[in-house]
Protein backbone atom coordinates (compact mmCIF):
# COMPACT_ATOMS: atom_id res chain seq x y z
CA UNK A 1 0.00 0.00 0.00
CA UNK A 2 1.34 3.48 -0.75
CA UNK A 3 1.11 6.16 1.75
CA UNK A 4 1.95 10.16 2.15
CA UNK A 5 5.94 8.57 3.57
CA UNK A 6 6.67 6.19 0.81
CA UNK A 7 5.98 2.54 1.39
CA UNK A 8 3.43 1.85 4.09
CA UNK A 9 2.45 -1.66 5.82
CA UNK A 10 -0.14 -2.02 8.43
CA UNK A 11 -0.18 -3.96 10.88
CA UNK A 12 -3.08 -6.44 11.79
CA UNK A 13 -6.09 -5.09 13.14
CA UNK A 14 -5.91 -5.45 17.09
CA UNK A 15 -8.95 -5.64 19.81
CA UNK A 16 -8.44 -4.47 23.36
CA UNK A 17 -8.43 -7.60 24.38
CA UNK A 18 -5.39 -7.82 21.90
CA UNK A 19 -3.82 -4.38 23.18
CA UNK A 20 -4.03 -6.30 26.77
CA UNK A 21 -2.06 -9.56 25.85
CA UNK A 22 1.06 -7.30 24.26
CA UNK A 23 0.92 -5.60 27.78
CA UNK A 24 1.19 -8.24 29.73
CA UNK A 25 3.85 -9.69 26.95
CA UNK A 26 6.14 -6.29 27.72
CA UNK A 27 5.81 -6.46 31.29
CA UNK A 28 7.28 -9.91 31.23
CA UNK A 29 9.75 -8.81 28.98
CA UNK A 30 11.04 -6.29 31.70
CA UNK A 31 10.81 -9.00 33.95
CA UNK A 32 13.62 -10.89 32.10
CA UNK A 33 15.37 -7.56 31.51
CA UNK A 34 15.72 -6.82 34.87
CA UNK A 35 17.50 -10.35 35.27
CA UNK A 36 19.74 -9.76 32.79
CA UNK A 37 20.67 -5.83 33.65
CA UNK A 38 21.68 -7.21 36.92
CA UNK A 39 23.61 -9.87 35.33
CA UNK A 40 25.68 -6.81 34.16
CA UNK A 41 26.37 -5.61 37.15
CA UNK A 42 23.68 -2.63 36.90
CA UNK A 43 21.24 -1.25 39.18
CA UNK A 44 17.95 -0.35 37.76
CA UNK A 45 15.26 1.94 38.78
CA UNK A 46 11.76 1.64 37.07
CA UNK A 47 9.64 3.40 39.74
CA UNK A 48 10.62 6.63 38.05
CA UNK A 49 9.60 5.96 34.68
CA UNK A 50 7.93 8.33 32.59
CA UNK A 51 7.27 9.68 29.39
CA UNK A 52 10.90 10.99 29.12
CA UNK A 53 12.29 7.38 29.67
CA UNK A 54 11.67 4.00 30.86
CA UNK A 55 14.47 3.09 33.68
CA UNK A 56 17.23 4.53 35.13
CA UNK A 57 20.66 2.24 35.22
CA UNK A 58 23.42 3.07 37.58
CA UNK A 59 27.13 1.73 37.34
CA UNK A 60 30.21 3.09 38.96
CA UNK A 61 28.30 5.49 40.25
CA UNK A 62 26.96 6.96 37.25
CA UNK A 63 22.83 6.89 35.91
CA UNK A 64 21.68 6.65 32.82
CA UNK A 65 18.21 7.37 31.54
CA UNK A 66 16.98 4.32 29.42
CA UNK A 67 14.15 4.42 26.76
CA UNK A 68 13.43 0.66 26.23
CA UNK A 69 11.17 -0.87 23.34
CA UNK A 70 10.63 -4.40 22.95
CA UNK A 71 9.13 -6.72 19.81
CA UNK A 72 7.56 -10.06 19.79
CA UNK A 73 8.88 -10.53 16.55
CA UNK A 74 12.11 -9.84 15.00
CA UNK A 75 11.61 -7.76 11.49
CA UNK A 76 15.37 -7.06 10.62
CA UNK A 77 14.53 -2.99 11.76
CA UNK A 78 14.03 -0.52 14.65
CA UNK A 79 10.66 0.82 14.72
CA UNK A 80 10.92 5.06 15.73
CA UNK A 81 7.20 6.02 16.89
CA UNK A 82 6.70 9.14 15.32
CA UNK A 83 3.14 9.74 16.34
CA UNK A 84 1.42 7.75 19.02
CA UNK A 85 -2.02 8.18 17.91
CA UNK A 86 -2.24 9.74 14.70
CA UNK A 87 -6.06 10.52 14.78
CA UNK A 88 -5.79 13.05 17.59
CA UNK A 89 -1.93 14.16 16.23
CA UNK A 90 0.11 12.92 19.45
CA UNK A 91 3.69 12.80 19.19
CA UNK A 92 5.59 9.49 19.69
CA UNK A 93 8.30 8.42 22.22
CA UNK A 94 10.71 9.61 19.70
CA UNK A 95 9.99 13.26 20.40
CA UNK A 96 9.60 13.09 24.05
CA UNK A 97 12.71 10.94 25.15
CA UNK A 98 15.25 12.33 26.35
CA UNK A 99 17.05 8.92 27.21
CA UNK A 100 20.88 7.89 27.20
CA UNK A 101 20.27 5.59 25.19
CA UNK A 102 17.67 3.55 23.56
CA UNK A 103 17.16 -0.24 24.56
CA UNK A 104 15.44 -2.05 21.58
CA UNK A 105 14.98 -5.41 22.91
CA UNK A 106 13.77 -8.27 20.62
CA UNK A 107 11.96 -11.38 22.30
CA UNK A 108 10.49 -14.77 21.48
CA UNK A 109 7.35 -15.64 21.13
CA UNK A 110 6.95 -16.21 24.96
CA UNK A 111 8.23 -12.37 25.27
CA UNK A 112 11.81 -13.80 26.67
CA UNK A 113 14.35 -11.52 25.32
CA UNK A 114 17.26 -12.87 23.05
CA UNK A 115 18.69 -9.57 21.47
CA UNK A 116 19.70 -6.02 22.77
CA UNK A 117 20.39 -2.91 20.27
CA UNK A 118 21.76 -0.52 23.06
CA UNK A 119 21.55 2.80 21.02
CA UNK A 120 23.13 6.26 22.03
CA UNK A 121 20.29 8.28 21.31
CA UNK A 122 22.28 11.62 21.37
CA UNK A 123 24.62 10.07 18.57
CA UNK A 124 21.26 8.03 16.52
CA UNK A 125 18.99 11.16 16.50
CA UNK A 126 21.14 13.66 14.52
CA UNK A 127 21.90 10.11 12.21
CA UNK A 128 18.74 9.95 11.69
CA UNK A 129 17.69 13.59 10.63
CA UNK A 130 20.77 12.86 8.22
CA UNK A 131 19.51 9.77 7.03
CA UNK A 132 15.63 11.03 6.69
CA UNK A 133 16.76 14.21 4.69
CA UNK A 134 19.17 11.49 1.93
CA UNK A 135 15.21 9.02 1.98
CA UNK A 136 12.70 11.51 2.46
CA UNK A 137 9.85 9.01 1.97
CA UNK A 138 11.09 5.91 4.63
CA UNK A 139 8.99 2.73 4.75
CA UNK A 140 6.16 3.37 7.54
CA UNK A 141 4.51 1.21 9.99
CA UNK A 142 1.13 1.67 11.22
CA UNK A 143 0.39 -0.64 14.13
CA UNK A 144 -2.92 -0.15 16.58
CA UNK A 145 -1.13 -1.70 19.20
CA UNK A 146 -0.51 1.20 21.82
CA UNK A 147 -3.06 3.70 23.16
CA UNK A 148 -4.31 4.61 19.21
CA UNK A 149 -3.20 4.18 15.76
CA UNK A 150 0.51 4.80 15.75
CA UNK A 151 2.56 5.75 12.87
CA UNK A 152 6.48 4.76 12.92
CA UNK A 153 9.29 4.69 10.64
CA UNK A 154 10.80 1.28 10.17
CA UNK A 155 14.52 1.31 9.55
CA UNK A 156 17.06 -2.03 8.75
CA UNK A 157 19.54 -2.80 11.04
CA UNK A 158 21.70 -2.84 8.22
CA UNK A 159 21.59 0.95 7.19
CA UNK A 160 22.34 1.78 10.53
CA UNK A 161 26.09 2.55 10.94
CA UNK A 162 27.64 -0.03 13.71
CA UNK A 163 29.11 2.71 15.50
CA UNK A 164 25.78 4.17 16.64
CA UNK A 165 24.82 1.08 18.70
CA UNK A 166 26.01 -2.18 20.68
CA UNK A 167 24.44 -5.31 19.77
CA UNK A 168 24.25 -7.94 22.59
CA UNK A 169 22.61 -11.96 22.59
CA UNK A 170 20.75 -12.14 25.65
CA UNK A 171 20.92 -15.81 27.09
Known amino acids: MGGIYGETKMLRNYNREDVQVFVAGEKAAQGYMNGYYESQGLDIDRSIACKQYDLTVTYSDKTKMVEEKFRDTNY ?90 KLSEIK
Open 76 to 165: GDLLIEMFQCIEFVELGWFYHTTADYLNYVICNTDWKPYRLYSIKWNNFKPWLFGYLKMHPRPFTVLSPKGIGLSLNFSIRWTEIPDNLY
